[in-house]
């Protein structure tokens, strides 16, 4: 599957961005997917997921309450919202696509260009 991320950009803190991932190829719905970020400097680290059948969510400590991921099957996109960001929330931000519901980055076979959020302070 072909990922496709969009909707970076650069925000006062406080403000907030909705991402989008466009996936093409193999079905969708086949897909557990996930939202990773990586901060300059810093390891690549996972942010959010949503699983394929029953849209069930889990989110790292550090967004949640924040960032909500959806997934809008007819679209075959996943989005990511954020809320209230905060400067430590900048980072290049993956989308990625795995058969197994896991937080492992190794799990996901699949993944977007990544798209630049940068908040100001």
């Known amino acids: 599957v072909q990922l496709q991320a969009s909707g970076g950009g650069l925000v006062q803190a406080g403000a907030s961005l909705r991402l989008a991932c466009a996936a093409s190829?193999?079905?969708?719905?086949?897909?557990?997917w996930a939202w990773f970020r990586q901060a300059p400097g810093k390891e690549r680290e996972f942010v959010a997921r949503i699983s394929r059948n029953t849209g069930y969510t889990y989110y790292a400590d550090s967004v949640k309450g924040r960032f909500t991921i959806l997934r809008d099957n007819a679209k075959n996109t996943v989005y990511l919202q954020m809320n209230s960001l905060k400067p430590e929330d900048t980072a290049v931000y993956y989308c990625?696509?795995?058969?197994?519901?896991?937080?492992?980055?190794?799990?996901?076979?699949?993944w977007g260009q990544g798209t630049l959020v940068t908040v100001s302070s």
């Open positions: 990625a696509a795995s058969t197994r519901f896991t937080t492992e980055i190794q799990e996901y076979t699949s």
């Open positions: 190829g193999r079905s969708f719905s086949s897909y557990h």
